[in-house]
């Protein structure tokens, strides 16, 4: 019999009481979740703010052909807890191979740094919440992001991934959070993203 298909789901939410309680990202798991169950998944999970060990986080990562990071956007990245998780999680992947081969240049050829991986085949995706309004993406005209796309201001949480091995698809996002009306709309058309990305 063959084994199901695995997804992990890594959600990055913070608390912050009275301002910032998690339910909108906790809205998009569970959208995710019904999504690949549906698809016959089977479902891993880590919620980074309830706790984890490093160990059982980089066996997750072997399992799962899937990995999602859902994250809401602090202070143009995501919360300080998720780089606490990469540091502690890729360090255990990588002191053993698991993860990847020396430094990310295979003897066979060293001059291409980042090709080293032993994820190979997973895929990997973020999916974020922002207060920033969609038209602040893309455009050269707006001072602050100066034209840079999602995928462009990802780079920091995607290269990781990207450097073990991982097949990066396109990210998905909720934006202006705070003003917007769309957010009923974002969480629903969010599984047709998911089938589109991932071929489901």
């Known amino acids: ?21 998690g339910t909108l990202n906790n809205s998009f798991i569970q959208k995710a979740k019904d999504f690949f169950v549906s698809k016959k998944f ?5 919620k980074i703010e309830d706790g984890y ?5 980089v066996v997750k990562h072997l399992q799962a052909d899937i990995i999602i ?17 990469v540091d502690e999680v890729f360090n255990c ?7 990847l081969m020396n430094d990310g ?8 740094y980042g090709s080293g991986g032993n994820l190979l ?20 005209e707006q001072k602050l992001f100066r034209g840079k796309k ?22 998905y996002n909720s934006f202006d959070i705070f003003r917007s009306k769309t957010m009923a709309e974002d969480l629903e058309n969010y599984p047709k993203h998911l089938a589109k990305v991932f071929g489901l």
């Open 42 to 46: 089977e479902v891993l999970y880590t």
């Open 121 to 140: 085949g997973k895929k990997f995706m973020v999916c974020g919440t922002w207060n920033a309004p969609k038209e602040a993406f893309g455009n050269i």
């Open 150 to 171: 999602t995928e462009d201001l990802f780079s920091p949480i995607t290269s990781s991934y990207s450097f073990c091995g991982c097949d990066i698809v396109p990210d």
């Open 69 to 85: 990071l859902q994250t809401p956007i602090n202070w143009f990245g995501a919360p300080w807890i998720y780089k606490k998780y």
């Open 1 to 21: 019999m063959t084994e199901p298909k695995k997804v992990l789901l890594i959600n990055t939410h913070l608390t912050y009481k009275n301002w910032s309680e």
């Open 93 to 99: 992947g990588l002191s053993d191979k698991r993860f």
């Open 53 to 57: 060990k490093p160990e059982e986080e």
């Open 105 to 112: 240049r295979p003897k066979e050829n060293p001059g291409q």
